[in-house]
């Protein structure tokens, strides 16, 4: 009961310095802590505006990055098409006949030598 009677009393301050002039000395009070409140919200709703567009800037950015490290680098089915087959590419010599070809190359420099 005692705070209903205390908001009512508050309501009628309030109505009664949102009528009367600014510069009423009772009002002082009433104004200056109207002016933190709206001074808060602003910044609230300031800062909340900057989170959003800061969280959109790096949002933007890292896409970006990520889009320029996959135009560096081909698509995964080009890749796969000029895959270097290991095998192919470093080929173990036959073993067979190593020793022949060997003498036969060392009997042709021989014979071309002299």
């Known amino acids: 009961m005692e705070t209903i009677r205390q908001l009512k009393a508050l309501w009628g301050y ?7 002039p600014a510069s009423a000395p009772a009002c ?5 802590w109207t002016a ?6 602003f910044a609230l709703i300031g800062l909340y505006i900057l ?3 800061a969280r959109n800037f790096l949002a933007v950015r890292a896409e970006r990055r990520r889009l320029a490290e996959a135009a ?9 098409r000029y895959r270097v087959d290991p095998e192919k590419f470093h080929p173990d010599p036959p073993q067979e006949g190593i020793e022949r070809r060997i003498r036969q190359a ?3 420099r021989k014979s071309e030598g002299r």
Not at 14 to 20: D, G, I, L, P
């Open 106 to 108: 060392l009997d042709e």
């Open 51 to 53: 989170r959003k567009m």
């Open 28 to 32: 002082d009070a009433f104004w200056t």
């Open 72 to 80: 560096r680098v081909a698509d995964p089915v080009t890749m796969s």
């Open 36 to 41: 933190v409140a709206v001074a808060t919200a």
């Open 14 to 20: 309030a109505s009664w310095c949102a009528e009367a």
